[in-house]
């Protein structure tokens, strides 16, 4: 995917994955923006090379919840 194309969806996404973990974990939105962009997943997501950002904002809960519980990333294998 071309950086523009890439650079449109991000925010779309980490907007959906924010509103997903502030709603799961009762949070406000800079508290959940703040423990995202502080795990490996966030910067799995910045690299467009990795396709994580290809998940589902499903998945990509599940990932983050599993970082958080494991203390490291864990991306599944295809």
């Known amino acids: 995917m071309d950086k523009i194309k890439f650079d449109a969806i991000f925010p779309i996404i980490i907007a959906s ?11 406000p939105e800079d508290k959940a923006l703040m423990d995202l962009y502080e795990t490996e997943l966030y910067a799995a ?17 599940d ?3 599993n970082e958080k519980l494991n203390g490291c990333l864990e991306l599944p294998e295809y």
Do not use: A, G, P
Not at 17 to 27: A, G, V
Not at 45 to 61: A, C, G, I, M, R
């Open 17 to 27: 994955l924010t509103d997903k973990i502030m709603t799961r974990f009762n949070l």
């Open 45 to 61: 997501l910045e690299n467009e090379e990795t396709k994580v950002w290809q998940y589902s904002v499903e998945k990509l809960f």
């Open 63 to 65: 990932l983050y919840q």
